[in-house]
């Protein structure tokens, strides 16, 4: 009988079984932060989409440590926010079950990206929904009957959530149904809470009104899809030796004789990726403002520090690889972010009180790294691709095709000069036969 030589701890965490496939394609939050009357009034959660990573270089300010005063390189990850539009408000109320909704109240308009949701197929839809909902807001009686709604909220609601959805045509992919999703609205009384959302129907609210630089925040996701797998790559469990018959990427027993089954603690064979991921304690490194106009001029620089003072977007040359071009708001946050590119990922605010000078720390970057994903790049913007490289083949195949095409257009555009009126011409005169 065969035994292994020494014992040794298990491989794989029992805490994330079962290893299945996500029901749900966003992060959904399964607890809201604490809430805190005297605060003001906030949303808790955000949506956002994940484009890409980069590097940053900043300095450490951390007294004590051995990398105190000095630069280090971090790995970053950047999630496009753009603005979420409000169209609803809920209102729970407390019972020995626990919470119970007591009334919800709509917006009178809803984009077309947001209604998509309500539809499986939209093109040959009827496109009614909420067309009968929206005429409460047009009569008095409609009008009393909402407002009767948010009264009951204010006297018996405990908790208020509001209804809030993203912007997909601010973004450059191919999906127009937007998310949807309930963000608990923290800070204040019930009474404050209600107005706020009343307030806010139909209108954008930015992800600089929620999150702050050098916050601590949690980030929920769906991880990416590996498919089905083996023990080795699901488990991480030893390979056999070389000569093992019938292969080697193998669990070598799955369990005693008896009890005569095969335990759930044992490494099997299954899916692997695609599960539904929390991750706690993120930093924010910098919340970008995304590219918009000021007193008449395009603003772009949002990669650029106080050290580096180069005006240059925070999407590197050729644009993120898979995704493209980051024009709206976005958070740089530490480290990685589960899910591909283009995956929507829940921001939420930290559940805990973060004590520690890590958490604590005041984030100073001194370098944002913008060079080309696809390869080994090496120039920051394009400005200065172009003065080490100088003028290009291609470059100057296209101006001559683009002087082409100019002189092209100027000539068809050009007056055309009068034609000369031909001379009359002479009658022949009739040969008669003799």
């Known amino acids: 009988m065969s035994h292994r030589k020494f014992s040794a701890p298990r491989h794989g965490s029992m805490g994330f079984v079962p290893k299945k496939r996500s029901q749900r394609h966003r992060g959904k939050v399964k607890g809201f932060p604490k809430d805190d009357p005297s605060k003001p009034v906030h949303l808790s959660c955000f949506l956002g989409y994940k484009a890409g990573m980069t590097h940053v270089v900043r300095e450490v300010d951390r007294a004590g440590s051995k990398v105190n005063k000095k630069e280090v390189v971090e790995a970053v990850t950047i999630i496009e926010t753009p603005p979420m539009i409000v169209v609803g408000v809920i209102g729970y109320i407390e019972t020995p079950r626990g919470l119970r909704a ?16 309500f539809y499986k197929n939209w093109y040959r839809s009827k496109k009614k929904a909420f067309t009968k909902y929206a005429k409460k807001w047009q009569d008095k009686v409609g009008k009393k009957h909402i407002d009767h709604q948010l009264n009951k909220m204010k006297k018996y609601c405990k908790v208020i959530r509001v209804i809030a959805h993203t912007q997909m045509r601010l973004l450059r992919k191919r999906q127009k149904k937007a998310h949807i999703m309930e963000v608990q ?21 930015p992800v600089k009104d929620v999150f702050t630089q050098d916050e601590m925040i949690d980030v929920i996701g769906v991880t990416k899809g590996k498919g089905f797998k083996g023990v080795t790559s699901r488990w991480h469990t030893k390979k056999l030796p070389r000569k093992t ?11 005693a004789w008896h009890p005569s089954r095969v335990q759930f603690t044992v490494a099997r064979a299954g899916q692997k990726g695609y599960h539904h991921r929390t991750e706690i304690n993120k930093k924010i490194y910098r919340v970008g403002e995304g590219i918009h106009m000021k007193n008449g001029k395009l603003v772009k620089n949002n990669a650029s520090t106080e050290y580096d003072l180069t005006e240059k977007t925070i999407t590197p040359l050729g644009g993120f690889p898979h995704y493209g071009i980051v024009k709206s708001d976005f958070l740089m946050l530490k480290g990685c972010v589960m899910g591909p590119r283009k995956r929507n990922i829940t921001l939420r605010k930290s ?43 291609k470059d100057k195949v296209r101006r001559a095709a683009r002087a082409v095409a100019a002189a092209a257009k100027a000539a068809k555009k050009a007056p055309k000069a009068p034609k000369t009126p031909k001379a009359p011409k002479t009658p022949k005169k009739a040969v008669t036969a003799k």
Not at 188 to 200: C, M, N, P, S
């Open 245 to 255: 018959h019938k292969g080697l990427r193998k669990v070598a027993c799955i369990g």
């Open 102 to 117: 007591l009334n919800c109240v709509w917006a009178e308009h809803l984009g077309e990206d947001c209604r998509r949701r």
């Open 351 to 393: 559940l805990m009180i973060h004590t520690k000078r890590a958490s604590l720390e005041k984030i100073n970057l001194k370098f944002i790294d913008t060079s080309s994903k696809f390869g080994h790049g090496r120039f920051q913007t394009r400005a200065e691709k172009a003065a080490f490289m100088g003028p290009l083949k």
């Open 185 to 205: 609205v923290n800070g204040g009384t019930v009474a404050e809470k209600v107005d706020w959302a009343r307030a806010h129907l139909e209108k954008p609210v």
